[in-house]
Structure formats: C-alpha cells, structure tokens
C-alpha cells in the first residue's frame, strides 16, 4: 500500500512561518509531487507542485510566499511557508500521480491518485 506521511504543521501567528515535509514512497521520486490545501466547507485547493527533476508550479491564489522542494535521495517532499495569514489555515496534503506522470501546470486534485492523511496549520490573526 501506498504511504505517504505529512508532518511539520503546527498554529503560528499571522506572518510567521512553517515548513511541513511529506515522507513519501519510493516510486514518487519518478513522479510529479504536490500539495493541497482543504479549508472546512471548501474544495481541495492545489496550492504547489514540481516534477521529478525540479520544475515548480504555484496556484496564483497562494498568496504568501511559498517553496515547494524535493528530495529524491531522501523521498521527502517539502513545503516552505511564509509570511502566513489567517486564510492559509487549513489541513494540508502532500500527494502524487501515478509514476512517471508529469505535473500540470493547473494544479488540480483531480490529477493525482496518492494522497497522505494530511497535517493541520492554524494560523491566528
């Protein structure tokens, strides 16, 4: 089965940052990788993705300054956030397609079949 484990999230105040890390399996290295975010009563928003060999892509609604990152010796996937307002709060998901699926540059949860159980970040105003 697949395993895909979140970590890093936390409450933080307004402005402040976090970075949450996915542990990921090790087919994803060939895959196109990617987080999304899910506000109570609102769709799954894709918020980044990057592709086996680097290449990153952001949703222009993510407002703050955010950095997505991999590593594939390490099979981890990473989500540098900053600057965090209260409407980032929300569970975040790391997830990836299917191996070797490159990553569209609309990133839409609609494109991707493996998914983590998610990680909680609480922003306070």
């Known amino acids: 089965q697949v395993q895909f484990v979140e970590s890093g999230g936390g409450s933080v105040q307004a402005g402040g940052s976090l970075t949450l890390f996915c542990a990921a399996p090790?087919?994803?290295?060939?895959?196109?990788m990617g987080w999304f975010r899910q506000a109570p009563g609102k769709e799954r928003e894709g918020v980044a993705a990057?592709?086996?060999?680097?290449?990153?892509y952001y949703t222009d609604s993510v407002k703050a300054p955010f950095i997505i990152s991999r590593d594939n010796s390490k099979n981890t996937l990473a989500l540098q956030m900053n600057g965090l307002k209260p409407e980032d709060a929300a569970m975040y998901y790391c997830?990836?397609?299917?191996?070797?699926?490159?990553?569209?540059?609309?990133?839409?949860?609609?494109?991707?079949?493996?998914w983590g159980q998610g990680t909680q970040v609480t922003v306070s105003s």
């Open positions: 997830a990836a397609r299917r191996m070797y699926r490159t990553c569209n540059p609309k990133i839409s949860f609609r494109d991707y079949s493996y």
């Open positions: 090790a087919y994803a290295s060939s895959s196109c």
């Open positions: 990057i592709w086996a060999i680097g290449t990153t």
